[in-house]
Structure formats: structure tokens, C-alpha cells
């Protein structure tokens, strides 16, 4: 909900946004953040990274990531390229 709160608060207040969370306990306390913004216009686009946000004290696994296993669809049909990008994340 952290994460959240930074992104409200230095975006601009028309900015449409969509905020998603998933547990993973795999990840044993650490969290990973993904942020897609569009819509920029060339007048509007930021030089040298402002408004990054990194941790005091980043840290770094040295568990290699588990292979994920193929995961039922419930129904749905996932496209082969869809699907061989997931497993190779």
C-alpha cells in the first residue's frame, strides 16, 4: 500500500490509475513493483529518471528464481506465445 501512496501522490491528479496486488510468499518479505504510465506527450516527457523512488538499502536474493509451474487456465485458451512468455520471465 506504500508503493501505492508514492504513486498517487507524484502523479498528476487527472492521472487514471489501476493499482493491483499479489501475495507471493515465495518472496519471503520482499516485494516487487511494476509500473506501466502512458500517454506522455513529447513536451511532458522526464529527463534523468526524476521521481524514482529506490530503497535505502537494496537487496538482492541469492536463491536462484523457481521454475513456475504450468498453471491451470480455468477455462480460458492462452495463446502459445502468451504462454511461453509467462515461463520465461
Known amino acids: 500500500n506504500a508503493a501505492a501512496d508514492i504513486v498517487y501522490e ?21 516485494i516487487r513493483i511494476t509500473v506501466i504510465a502512458t500517454g506522455f506527450s513529447a513536451e511532458n516527457q522526464a529527463t534523468g529518471g526524476k521521481g524514482v523512488v ?3 538499502n537494496p537487496t538482492t536474493s541469492t536463491q536462484p528464481n523457481p521454475e513456475p509451474e504450468p498453471k491451470q487456465s480455468g477455462g480460458l ?11 520465461q520471465r
Not at 498528476?12 to 515465495?26: L, M, T
Open 10 to 30: 507524484i502523479v498528476d491528479p487527472n492521472a487514471n490509475i489501476i493499482f493491483g496486488a499479489v501475495i507471493d510468499e515465495k518472496l519471503q518479505g520482499e
Open 54 to 56: 529506490r530503497p535505502a
Open 77 to 87: 485458451d492462452i495463446p502459445p506465445f502468451l504462454q511461453k512468455r509467462r515461463f
